[in-house]
C-alpha cells in the first residue's frame, strides 16, 4: 500500500497523544502523495478548531501547527500563544511571524525554540533564512559558515547556500552547483528544485524546468511560487486546464493570493483565443481590493471606514502623515497597515498624484500621442512576449518604452529572446527603452 493510504488524518489531527516533528511530517506527505487529502485534513482542522474552548495547552499547539499547515499565520500565532510554551510551539510561532514578514519576532522565536531542545541546526537554518529575507546577507552567509559537521551535507544546507549565494551576487554556475548538491541529497527538496527550476527557465531549458517545478509543486505545504511558475508554463503550452488546477491549489491554502486569482481568471478563458484573453495588471486588481478583505484590528477599520477609504488604492493614496493626522489614528493602526501593504508590495502614497508624477519616467516629447498609445496588440509581437508584457501591465508602446531592458528581463518568461525581438519592434518606430 503507498504512503499516505493507511494514514487516518483525521484521526492524526485529532487524537490526543504526543504530536511532534513525526506526525507533521505524516501529514504532509500524506497530503504530498495525494491533493485529496487536503479536503480531509482541512475538514478535520475546522472541526478541533470548532472545539477550541475545550482543548489543553498541548492540543492549543496541535491546533496551531494544523492552522499554520492551512496557510492560516495569523491565526496560528494567537492559538500558539496559549500553548505549552515548548520547543514545538516556538518553532512554529517562529515560522509564522516568518511568513508574516515580523522578521525580529521570527528570530527571536527560532531562538527560543532552539532554547527549549528543538533540533539546533534546524532553527539556525531557519534563522540563516530569516537574516537573508530581511536583507542582512552577511550575517547570513556568517552564519552558514559557523556551522559544522553532518548538516553541512543536508538538502537544507545546501540549499540555503545556494539561494543566499544568489541574494549576494553569485555567479548563475555557483547557485546551480548548490541546487544541484541539495536535489541531489533530497530529490523532493520545494526550495532546492524551485531554485533548480528558475535557472533552468532563465536558460531556456523549459522541458526540464517544467519536470522541476512539477516536483516541487507536488509538495505540501504547497510551494506558490513553484505552482505559480508551473501554471504560466502550462499556459504558454495551452493546457489551460492543469494551470488552473495550479492556481486553485494555491488559492486552497491562501484565498487572499491576487497572483493565483488573477492568473486563474486567464486560464479559465481557455475557450478563447490567445488574441481574446484579457490579460490583467496584478498590481491594478489588487488595488481594487476592498480593504474589510483583510485582517485588521477593529480600530484600524474604523478609521480608515470614517475616512471612506473602502480600497487598496484608496488606501495608497494617503501618506504617514495624513492618515496619523485622523482622528483616533495612531502608530499602532499605521504600523499594522504598513505591514499589510508590505506583504502586498504596496506601501502608503504610491498612487498619489505627486508620487506618480514622480515614478513616471520621462518620454520624448516629440513622440506623437497617437504612437505611444498604439496597443502592443497590434504590434505583432510574440505569443510569449506579448502575454508577459501585458500581464505586467504594458498594453501600449508608451507604457514599453518608459521601461528598461532590466526590468523586462524580470519578468516570468521574459528573457533575451524577447528582449531582442522588442528592441527590434521599437526600432522600426525609430525609439529605443528607457536608459538605451
Given at each position: 500500500?503507498?504512503?499516505?493510504?493507511?494514514?487516518?488524518?483525521?484521526?492524526?489531527?485529532?487524537?490526543?497523544?504526543?504530536?511532534?516533528?513525526?506526525?507533521?511530517?505524516?501529514?504532509?506527505?500524506?497530503?504530498?502523495?495525494?491533493?485529496?487529502?487536503?479536503?480531509?485534513?482541512q475538514e478535520a482542522v475546522n472541526e478541533l478548531e470548532s472545539r477550541e474552548d475545550e482543548q489543553s495547552p498541548a492540543?492549543?499547539?496541535?491546533?496551531?501547527?494544523?492552522?499554520?499547515?492551512?496557510?492560516?499565520?495569523?491565526?496560528?500565532?494567537?492559538?500558539?500563544?496559549?500553548?505549552?510554551?515548548?520547543?514545538?510551539?516556538?518553532?512554529?510561532?517562529?515560522?509564522?511571524?516568518?511568513?508574516?514578514?515580523?522578521?525580529?519576532?521570527?528570530?527571536?522565536?527560532?531562538?527560543?525554540?532552539?532554547?527549549?531542545?528543538?533540533?539546533?541546526?534546524?532553527?539556525?537554518?531557519?534563522?540563516?533564512?530569516?537574516?537573508?529575507?530581511?536583507?542582512?546577507?552577511?550575517?547570513?552567509?556568517?552564519?552558514?559558515?559557523?556551522?559544522?559537521?553532518?548538516?553541512?551535507?543536508?538538502?537544507?544546507?545546501?540549499?540555503?547556500?545556494?539561494?543566499?549565494?544568489?541574494?549576494?551576487?553569485?555567479?548563475?554556475?555557483?547557485?546551480?552547483?548548490?541546487?544541484?548538491?541539495?536535489?541531489?541529497?533530497?530529490?523532493?527538496?520545494?526550495?532546492?528544485?524551485?531554485?533548480?527550476?528558475?535557472?533552468?527557465?532563465?536558460?531556456?531549458?523549459?522541458?526540464?524546468?517544467?519536470?522541476?517545478?512539477?516536483?516541487?509543486?507536488?509538495?505540501?505545504?504547497?510551494?506558490?511560487?513553484?505552482?505559480?511558475?508551473?501554471?504560466?508554463?502550462?499556459?504558454?503550452?495551452?493546457?489551460?486546464?492543469?494551470?488552473?488546477?495550479?492556481?486553485?491549489?494555491?488559492?486552497?491554502?491562501?484565498?487572499?493570493?491576487?497572483?493565483?486569482?488573477?492568473?486563474?481568471?486567464?486560464?479559465?478563458?481557455?475557450?478563447?483565443?490567445?488574441?481574446?484573453?484579457?490579460?490583467?495588471?496584478?498590481t491594478a486588481q489588487i488595488l481594487r481590493t476592498r480593504v474589510a478583505d483583510f485582517e485588521l484590528s477593529a480600530r484600524?477599520?474604523?478609521?480608515?471606514?470614517?475616512?471612506?477609504i473602502q480600497t487598496l488604492n484608496d488606501l495608497c493614496s494617503y501618506t504617514e502623515a495624513e492618515l496619523l493626522s485622523?482622528?483616533?489614528?495612531?502608530?499602532?493602526?499605521?504600523?499594522?497597515?504598513?505591514?499589510?501593504?508590505?506583504?502586498?508590495?504596496?506601501?502608503?502614497?504610491?498612487?498619489?498624484?505627486?508620487?506618480?508624477?514622480?515614478?513616471?519616467?520621462?518620454?520624448?516629447?516629440?513622440?506623437?500621442?497617437?504612437?505611444?498609445?498604439?496597443?502592443?496588440?497590434?504590434?505583432?509581437?510574440?505569443?510569449?512576449?506579448?502575454?508577459?508584457?501585458?500581464?505586467?501591465?504594458?498594453?501600449?508602446?508608451?507604457?514599453?518604452?518608459?521601461?528598461?531592458?532590466?526590468?523586462?528581463?524580470?519578468?516570468?518568461?521574459?528573457?533575451?529572446?524577447?528582449?531582442?525581438?522588442?528592441?527590434?519592434?521599437?526600432?522600426?518606430?525609430?525609439?529605443?527603452?528607457?536608459?538605451?
Amino acid at each position: 500500500m503507498g504512503f499516505g493510504q493507511d494514514i487516518d488524518l483525521k484521526q492524526l489531527v485529532q487524537m490526543n497523544c504526543s504530536f511532534g516533528p513525526q506526525e507533521i511530517a505524516k501529514i504532509n506527505r500524506t497530503i504530498a502523495c495525494k491533493y485529496a487529502n487536503f479536503r480531509i485534513f482541512q475538514e478535520a482542522v475546522n472541526e478541533l478548531e470548532s472545539r477550541e474552548d475545550e482543548q489543553s495547552p498541548a492540543g492549543m499547539v496541535r491546533l496551531g501547527v494544523c492552522l499554520y499547515l492551512l496557510g492560516k499565520y495569523r491565526r496560528s500565532l494567537n492559538v500558539l500563544q496559549h500553548g505549552d510554551g515548548g520547543a514545538l510551539a516556538h518553532f512554529y510561532m517562529a515560522k509564522s511571524h516568518y511568513a508574516l514578514k515580523n522578521y525580529d519576532e521570527a528570530e527571536r522565536e527560532f531562538t527560543c525554540a532552539r532554547q527549549a531542545g528543538y533540533a539546533a541546526d534546524d532553527c539556525t537554518l531557519c534563522i540563516v533564512e530569516v537574516r537573508r529575507t530581511a536583507g542582512r546577507i552577511q550575517e547570513a552567509l556568517e552564519l552558514l559558515n559557523n556551522m559544522s559537521g553532518s548538516v553541512q551535507q543536508s538538502a537544507e544546507y545546501l540549499y540555503q547556500r545556494g539561494i543566499t549565494a544568489l541574494a549576494s551576487g553569485g555567479t548563475s554556475e555557483e547557485v546551480g552547483t548548490w541546487f544541484s548538491r541539495a536535489v541531489d541529497t533530497d530529490p523532493m527538496h520545494p526550495g532546492a528544485l524551485f531554485g533548480l527550476a528558475m535557472e533552468n527557465d532563465r536558460r531556456g531549458s523549459d522541458d526540464h524546468a517544467l519536470e522541476l517545478y512539477k516536483r516541487a509543486a507536488a509538495q505540501f505545504p504547497s510551494h506558490v511560487g513553484s505552482l505559480i511558475n508551473l501554471g504560466l508554463m502550462y499556459e504558454d503550452r495551452g493546457e489551460n486546464e492543469l494551470a488552473v488546477q495550479c492556481y486553485e491549489r494555491v488559492l486552497d491554502a491562501y484565498p487572499e493570493n491576487e497572483y493565483a486569482r488573477l492568473y486563474l481568471k486567464d486560464a479559465q478563458a481557455s475557450s478563447q483565443t490567445a488574441e481574446d484573453v484579457v490579460t490583467h495588471n496584478p498590481t491594478a486588481q489588487i488595488l481594487r481590493t476592498r480593504v474589510a478583505d483583510f485582517e485588521l484590528s477593529a480600530r484600524s477599520r474604523n478609521c480608515l471606514s470614517q475616512m471612506g477609504i473602502q480600497t487598496l488604492n484608496d488606501l495608497c493614496s494617503y501618506t504617514e502623515a495624513e492618515l496619523l493626522s485622523s482622528k483616533n489614528f495612531g502608530e499602532t493602526s499605521l504600523e499594522e497597515i504598513k505591514q499589510m501593504l508590505s506583504s502586498r508590495n504596496l506601501q502608503l502614497g504610491q498612487t498619489s498624484a505627486k508620487t506618480q508624477q514622480q515614478q513616471l519616467p520621462e518620454v520624448d516629447t516629440s513622440i506623437d500621442i497617437e504612437t505611444l498609445n498604439k496597443p502592443i496588440s497590434s504590434m505583432g509581437f510574440s505569443v510569449r512576449a506579448r502575454k508577459c508584457m501585458t500581464r505586467s501591465g504594458i498594453t501600449t508602446l508608451g507604457d514599453l518604452i518608459r521601461k528598461t531592458a532590466d526590468e523586462l528581463l524580470q519578468y516570468k518568461n521574459f528573457g533575451v529572446t524577447s528582449l531582442t525581438e522588442v528592441r527590434e519592434k521599437l526600432d522600426e518606430y525609430g525609439l529605443h527603452l528607457h536608459g538605451e
